[in-house]
């Protein structure tokens, strides 16, 4: 199959699953509204619990920043058209973010420069040199490259040099140390470790 095929087919897809998730949306909303004002406000204090939880969580460090999928975004933009206040209710993402998913195209990667950044990240530094073998072996690649090696050990410029998932303080040493690698993608890329000599 094409790459044009299976691109499209992944377009359409992620478009149904965001239409499917605005759909649950307006399913909870519509059962929000036969509910008595107690309980409203009672799921309202939980859920603001939990976000207050989450949100300091962010905001210290100690949890990655969330990520919003497509149904969340449209979600947020329809909501910013329709309410007054809309800016008070955002506690997990700037009022900012809001404006800017709503001048952003859907599937226009070319309005989005952090996603061009990893694109040709992605390009450069896995798909410029092996040889693929088939859609399978890409899917396994990219999957190795993401999860063992992009998100967990290459330093990022707009972390300041940090990884998007932390780690925790490597050991001080005192004595005599080597560096230990361990090739990732069968040596294309290397993770290191201090170790005691």
């Known amino acids: 199959m094409s790459a044009a095929f299976w691109n499209t087919t992944g377009t359409v897809c992620s ?6 998730r605005c759909l649950g ?5 519509c059962w ?7 309980v409203l406000a009672a799921r309202i204090l939980a859920l603001q619990s939990q976000l207050a939880v989450c949100k300091h969580r ?6 990655p920043a969330p990520r919003f999928n497509q149904a969340f975004k449209i979600l947020w933009v329809i909501l910013s058209k329709l309410l007054d206040r809309w800016e008070d209710l955002a506690q997990i993402m ?3 973010t809001v404006v800017k998913w709503h001048r952003t195209a859907y599937c226009s ?6 996603v061009e950044r990893f694109v040709g990240t992605l390009r450069r ?3 410029d040199h092996p040889i693929l073998l088939n859609e399978r072996h890409l899917e396994r690649l990219l999957a190795e490259f993401i999860e063992r090696y992009y998100h967990t050990e290459r330093p990022h410029q707009g972390l300041d040099g940090h990884t998007p998932v932390p780690h925790a ?3 001080e040493f005192t004595g005599p140390t080597k560096l230990f690698a361990t090739p990732v993608l069968g040596g294309l890329h290397h993770t290191y470790r201090r170790v005691a000599a």
């Open 15 to 20: 478009a149904v699953h965001a239409v499917w």
């Open 25 to 29: 949306y307006l399913v909870c909303f």
């Open 32 to 38: 929000a509204m036969l509910q008595p004002k107690a």
């Open 58 to 63: 962010v905001q210290s460090g100690k949890a």
């Open 94 to 96: 700037r009022p900012a």
């Open 109 to 114: 990667p070319w309005q989005n420069p952090y």
């Open 125 to 127: 530094e896995l798909l």
């Open 169 to 171: 303080k490597p050991p």
